[in-house]
């Protein structure tokens, strides 16, 4: 499949990137949904989990949707084969951060409140792991990051979602189980 990306929007995003990079601060981008998928163009709706709740602060990946993983995988391997590259033409980012508070799937990486946690965090892991090898494959001190919440031992206060702790822990068995990797 051949993938597509705005023009613009690229140009605006290297020379933010770019500038940056020039000042010597460390840039890292952040993999998240602002829209609701019902509310993104057609192609585009796989990248959200339909029953995702209205007005979180932002929406997890489906990277369980085929279309999904395809569009994250040529986001993921365009952005590190850009921006990593040894002469530094776009600027460069050398390191991801997957969603945002992740432990909390129905507020702030919203997939529904009724997402089962074993495979939520399946899901997460898969996302986290193809991150990984499109970085990895580009730049080998690449860096993927998961962002948790500030509730290490507390459940969240949301019915969907878990302590910081309990969610790691999850996400560690899930990796070792399917491969470790640094």
Not at 76 to 94: H, L, N, Q, S, V
Not at 112 to 126: I, K
Request: aromatic share 14%; with cysteine.
């Amino acid at each position: 499949l051949t993938y597509h990306f705005n023009t613009a929007q690229i140009r605006a995003l290297d020379r933010k990137v770019a500038t940056l990079s020039a000042e010597s601060v460390i840039v890292y981008f952040r993999f998240t949904l602002n829209t609701h998928p019902a509310d993104l163009p057609d192609k585009l709706a796989c990248l959200g989990f339909a029953d995702a709740p209205a007005n979180p602060r932002q929406y997890a990946i489906n990277i369980d949707n085929e279309d999904c993983t395809g569009y994250m995988a040529a986001l993921f391997g365009f952005f590190a084969e850009r921006y990593t590259r040894p002469d530094r033409a776009y600027g460069f980012c050398g390191s991801f951060i997957i969603g945002s508070d992740v432990n909390d799937w129905s507020a702030s990486n919203a997939a529904g409140s009724e997402t089962d946690p074993q495979a939520y965090t399946d899901a997460y892991v898969r996302l986290t792991r193809l991150a990984r090898t499109a970085l990895v494959s580009n730049y080998a001190p690449g860096r993927v990051y998961i962002s948790l919440g500030s509730n290490w031992n507390a459940p969240t206060d949301t019915p969907g979602g878990m302590s910081s702790s309990a969610f790691l822990a999850g996400f560690n068995a899930t990796n070792t189980a399917s491969g470790d990797y640094n």
